[in-house]
């Protein structure tokens, strides 16, 4: 799933160490987000926003990934 983790871990000149530490994971579970490897739980997800003063909604795209979910279902 597409976030916008790095980019507003960036703009905060927060390393995903940090980042972690804030929302008690470790630094890899950080890094697999951003890679869009791996998918934040909802409550994790909620813990990120908070720290960048987002919504969820906002922080994972949701309306973006819906449509590409959307549109990868039309075309099975």
């Given at each position: 799933m597409k976030?916008?983790?790095?980019?507003?871990r960036t703009q905060a000149k927060?390393?995903?160490?940090?980042l972690a530490d804030l929302v008690h994971v470790?630094?890899?579970t950080i890094i697999s987000i951003e890679k869009e490897q791996?998918?934040?739980s909802l409550m994790l997800a909620y813990r990120i926003a908070e720290v960048f003063h987002v919504t969820v909604e906002e922080l994972c795209c949701l309306k973006e990934n819906k449509e590409?979910?959307?549109?990868?279902?039309?075309e099975l």
């Open positions: 976030t916008r983790v790095k980019e507003f927060m390393t995903q160490q940090q470790s630094s890899r791996y998918s934040p590409l979910e959307d549109k990868h279902y039309e």
